[in-house]
């Protein structure tokens, strides 16, 4: 087996697990394999790529969210582990049978991830491009996972739907945010609203009234320093018991909020 020093040790075994078609256990136990000329050659033309930043990701057309692949191309972000805690507090407080639409699905991680972890849920998923919201419809396709897929502005094409739950990753990096330029292999509007950053937030936030069932909520991942804000433009906007819960890092990450009884 190829052992490489000029690119991370774990890219190395992920790439490897590519050009070999191998599981991580199984490259483990051929530790002594050696590669086909024609797998020497794919390696070889991948790892430049590694090293010129491209996330791997992208490279191998995959990336692996709540213990599942999901298929990813430039016209997708790529899944994020902080936003798997999106999925968990969904999977928590939705009743049974609970309808849930998920805005920006991008890959469709978090859509297709609360089909499969609560199949009694209804899920819808949107996306504005065509493009990206073709690759939620092949993840949920692959991974057997029976939602609905609509291509919207937000809310734009929901027209008197209305949901238990509506969950959120909106783009929320502010337009000037320096993260952008290590960001560059992904699409910018994914993740920037080309903005303060909030402008997404506010959209989604002002009309979830709308969109959402009595006693309904609404939860939205953003930036690690925009807690304070966005638990502000829920208040404004009229949700209750408003939260904003930590990631794994500890860094203010997801506000919830919810619409009355009646
Ligand atoms: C931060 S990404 C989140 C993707 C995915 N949900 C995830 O967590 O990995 C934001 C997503 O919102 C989509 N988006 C941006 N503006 C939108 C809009 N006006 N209406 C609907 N989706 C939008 C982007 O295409 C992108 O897929």
Request: net charge negative; with cysteine.
């Amino acid at each position: 087996m190829l052992r490489q020093n000029i690119i991370d040790r774990a890219d190395n075994r992920v790439l490897l697990m590519h050009v070999t078609g191998f599981n991580h256990a199984r490259l483990l136990a051929y530790d002594d394999y050696v590669l086909t000329e024609a797998q020497i050659e794919n390696y070889n033309q991948l790892v430049p790529r590694v090293q010129r930043g491209e996330p791997l990701a992208y490279i191998v057309g995959y990336k692996e969210f709540y213990s599942r692949q999901f298929k990813v191309t430039p016209d997708t972000l790529i899944p994020r582990p902080e936003t798997e805690l999106l999925v968990e507090q969904v999977v928590e407080k939705a009743s049974n049978g609970a309808k849930v639409l998920d805005l920006g699905t991008g890959s469709g991680c978090i859509a297709v991830t609360l089909k499969l972890e609560r199949s009694d849920l209804s899920v819808t998923a949107v996306d504005k491009f065509a493009a990206t919201l073709e690759v939620a419809r092949r993840n949920a396709a692959d991974l057997h996972a029976e939602i609905e897929l609509i291509c919207s502005d937000w809310y734009s094409e929901l027209a008197a739907r209305k949901f238990n739950i509506i969950v959120s990753n909106p783009p929320y990096i502010e337009r000037d945010d320096q993260h952008l330029l290590a960001l560059s292999f992904e699409p910018q509007a994914a993740l920037t609203d080309f903005a303060d950053g909030l402008s997404c937030i506010r959209t989604i936030v002002s009309l979830s009234r709308e969109y959402l069932l009595p006693d309904g909520w609404l939860m939205i991942e953003h930036g690690y320093d925009q807690g304070t804000v966005v638990h502000e433009i829920f208040t404004k906007n009229g949700l209750s018991d408003v939260t904003t819960i930590l990631d794994y890092a500890g860094l203010e990450r997801i506000t919830m909020g919810k619409t009355l009884k009646y």
